[in-house]
């Protein structure tokens, strides 16, 4: 039903559209990105597909990887319309948090989330998150301004040393 898989250049032309018609969906959380280039290149960019199509319906980005004693890193994600509301993204967390805490070898994801972003705290909470705390004035959301967020996190129970 659907896969994650890396970005490629060809994705350019399909991505911008899927931002385009998706910014009613993502404002005030998220805004399109100022470079196209840069983010299909990023080496935590995932996109979340189709499987009968091979179209876009989100993304996924891990991000501010850090090795050695902390093994974590930091969730981005992104659902385009006409997709939300189907659970998608559910299964799409599903494949994603798969792949960090198995290829990744993370042993810690945390997610950044607006307060008032209800529909995002409740993805994270049904894929087993759990809210540590709050940070005032963390992100400055599309250069919109500083915005408080609710820190979530994903602990792998099953992360071994000898694994990374």
């Not at 499987?51 to 902390?70: A, K, Q």
């Not at 948090?97 to 997610?111: P, S, T, W, Y």
């Not at 400055?140 to 071994?160: F, K, M, P, T, Y």
Request: glycine letters at 10%.
């Amino acid at each position: 039903m659907l896969y994650l898989r890396k970005p490629v250049v060809e994705d350019e032309a399909e991505i911008k559209s899927l931002y385009e018609r998706s910014g009613s969906l993502h404002r005030p959380w998220s805004y399109p990105p100022k470079d196209y280039h840069s983010y299909l290149s990023d080496y935590g960019r995932y996109f979340l597909c189709l499987e009968e199509t091979g179209d876009i319906v989100g993304t996924f980005n891990v991000s501010g990887v850090v090795r050695g004693y902390f093994q974590s890193a930091y969730l981005g994600y992104e659902v385009f319309s006409p997709y939300h509301g189907k659970g998608f993204m559910r299964i799409g967390l599903a494949l994603f948090i798969k792949e960090a805490f198995g290829q990744l070898n993370l042993h810690r994801l945390e997610a950044n989330i607006q307060p008032e972003n209800e529909v995002s705290i409740k993805l994270v909470l049904g894929a087993g998150f759990v809210k540590e705390g709050f940070s005032r004035n963390y992100l400055n959301i599309g250069g919109q301004g500083w915005r408080d967020h609710e820190r979530w996190a994903l602990v792998n129970e099953h992360w071994h040393e000898e694994n990374s």
